[in-house]
């Protein structure tokens, strides 16, 4: 997939992200990129990352979506990963990529009721 860019969806003070492709290094800093953009222009609050298309992911990619998870919280929002399938849990723990205070979900729909009680108190 050249220059592909992972939509990113706002609905009410979420962003929604679904990966639905293996991400390769340009595509990963692209996301990291256009995700802290679009925080700072909606200040939204959550942020849910689906990635329950994702089988693998390299080291690379991991370091990225570890720090884009601690940019989001840098930036003010809680963040939800939902769908992690089990060889990415465990090339993350692997990594040393450490998901404290980072809710997870087995899917979509499931992540967004976890941020929505997490927001409300």
Do not use: C
Not at 23 to 38: S, Y
Not at 68 to 86: K, N
Not at 92 to 108: K, M, S
Request: aromatic share 4%; proline share 2%; charged share 20%.
């Amino acid at each position: 997939m050249m220059n592909a860019r992972i939509p990113i969806l706002k609905l009410y003070d979420t962003l929604i992200v679904s990966i639905q492709w293996e991400l390769d290094d340009r595509t990963a800093i692209q996301f990291q990129e256009d995700l802290m953009a679009k925080l700072h222009e909606t200040s939204a609050t959550g942020v849910v990352i689906d990635l329950t298309s994702i089988d693998f992911i390299d080291s690379f990619i991991a370091k990225v979506l570890g720090d884009v998870i601690q940019m989001s919280r840098l930036m003010g929002a809680q963040v939800v990963i939902t769908g992690i399938q089990p060889a990415v849990a465990i090339t993350l723990i692997e990594l040393g990529i450490r998901l404290e205070q980072v809710l997870t979900a087995l899917d979509l729909e499931n992540g967004l009721e976890k941020l929505h009680e997490e927001l409300e108190g």
